[in-house]
């Protein structure tokens, strides 16, 4: 039988105690602050990044794991016993990880690397590598593997919140030209990461503040509700957010209220994600239970 090992890049945010517990590697994102090249492992607390970030004279910009540190990993999965692998990315929409990942991978012959695309970001790449782990552990083949992992990103998607269009704009991450940004400018825009449109961001709506975010969602998200159960497909919604605990905490109180049948949990923005959404954001991930995807 074939033995899987999972990796991820580091923007999954699963949180540690769960990568250790299921053996899952970790590439660690760059981050830089002007010539400083930091990782996204510096910022044990999440917060702490978002301070620098105020506080720094140089805006922090992003980068992708080099084609040695990836290949380092596959030597470590290799030395450990396994001849094949999973690493899932963040959305190649926004991200040249994908690629960067794709490439070590074809250079590398004594390991059999499979790079999955998430097309999504923070935990909803995150669930998408704890359905592969939990898969790999039980014995599935690849390809099977791969086909539950289509299906989860497929049942997939995202409302998020950001404070202030300034830094997708500034970073060049949210598409639809520049007509659509200067409309976003002084507003709160609810924007998408669309699995099925190569995850690229799009802007769905706009509100004045935040409370009138969550009113969209709350309208929003039950017609979807409503589609999953017609499918019979369990939910499970992860309320993730940017030095933002406050806000996200009182969505995920809202959110089992309103649907006591679906799984809620926290997340987070880190780092890499955070220099483009900037602080406050906070992300409506949903999707298939992955639990329900592993019988």
Do not use: C
């Amino acid at each position: 039988m074939s033995k899987i090992a999972i990796i991820v890049d580091s923007s999954s945010y699963i949180p540690h105690e769960i990568q250790l517990a299921k053996h899952i590697y970790v590439a660690d994102n760059p981050v830089l602050f002007g010539r400083k090249v930091y990782h996204e492992s510096h910022w044990p607390v999440n917060a702490a990044f978002y301070k620098q970030m105020a506080t720094s004279s140089a805006q922090p910009t992003t980068s992708q794991p080099s084609i040695g540190d990836l290949m380092a990993i596959f030597d470590q999965v290799k030395k450990d016993g396994y001849d094949q692998a999973v690493l899932v990315t963040l959305s190649s929409g926004f991200s040249g990880t994908y690629q960067a990942a794709f490439a070590a991978a074809a250079q590398y012959p004594d390991l059999d690397v499979h790079v999955w695309d998430s097309r999504i970001a923070t935990m909803g790449a995150g669930n998408q590598a704890l359905l592969a782990s939990d898969l790999a552990e039980k014995g599935w083949q690849m390809a099977d593997i791969l086909e539950k992992l289509r299906l989860l990103r497929d049942r997939t998607s995202v409302f998020f919140v950001v404070d202030s269009i300034k830094h997708l704009q500034q970073t060049g991450r949210l598409s639809g030209g520049q007509a659509l940004i200067a409309g976003l400018l002084s507003i709160k825009p609810i924007l998408n990461i669309d699995p099925s449109k190569e995850g690229k961001i799009v802007a769905v709506a706009k509100e004045r503040k935040m409370t009138g975010a969550w009113k969209y969602i709350e309208e929003n998200f039950g017609k979807i509700v409503e589609g999953y159960a017609h499918s019979n497909w369990p939910m499970r919604v992860t309320i993730v957010d940017a030095d933002n605990p406050a806000l996200a905490d009182s969505w995920v109180k809202k959110g089992k209220a309103l649907w006591p049948d679906i799984v809620f949990e926290r997340g987070i923005i880190g780092p890499l994600i955070g220099v483009h959404t900037g602080e406050k954001a906070v992300g409506f991930i949903w999707a298939q239970d992955y639990k329900s995807l592993e019988d």
